[in-house]
Nanobody
Framework: QVKLVESGGGLVQSGGSLRLSCAAS????????MGWFRQAPGKEREFVAV????????YYGDSVRGRFTISRDNAKNTVYLQMNSLKTEDTAVYYC???????????WGQGTQVTVSS
């Protein structure tokens, strides 16, 4: 079992930046692909980004590509999401996820709220 704990959410103005962090428990962090999803009120959960085991490959959802960057530090068991040029439509609860392969996420964090004001 892997426990994921997100941090770094908060309130930011449109055009600003935030960096989310997700700390994972356990000694097998590098065995998992890690990613982020988000869910805004009244909307379906949306894929944001994923990074492969060693960090060699990253993939992004269309709405964040070019503005967000996912990265990981396997020595610290942590995955990051750098969010730049934030828009009001980025307002959502952001969830950290992990799994053995892309598309299959067995572990979910509790979520962290990101609110972007106009």
């Amino acid at each position: 079992q892997v426990k994921l704990v997100e941090s770094g959410g908060g309130l930011v103005q449109s055009g600003g930046s935030l960096r989310l962090s997700c700390a994972a428990s356990g000694r097998t962090f590098s065995s998992y692909v890690m990613g982020w999803f988000r869910q805004a009120p009244g909307k379906e959960r949306e894929f944001v980004a994923v990074v492969t085991w060693s960090g060699g490959s990253t993939y992004y959802g269309d709405s964040v590509r070019g503005r967000f960057t996912i990265s990981r530090d396997n020595a610290k068991n942590t995955v990051y999401l750098q969010m730049n040029s934030l828009k009001t439509e980025d307002t959502a609860v952001y969830y950290c996820v992990g799994g053995l392969k892309i598309g299959r996420y067995d572990f979910w964090g509790q979520g962290t709220q990101v609110t972007v004001s106009s």
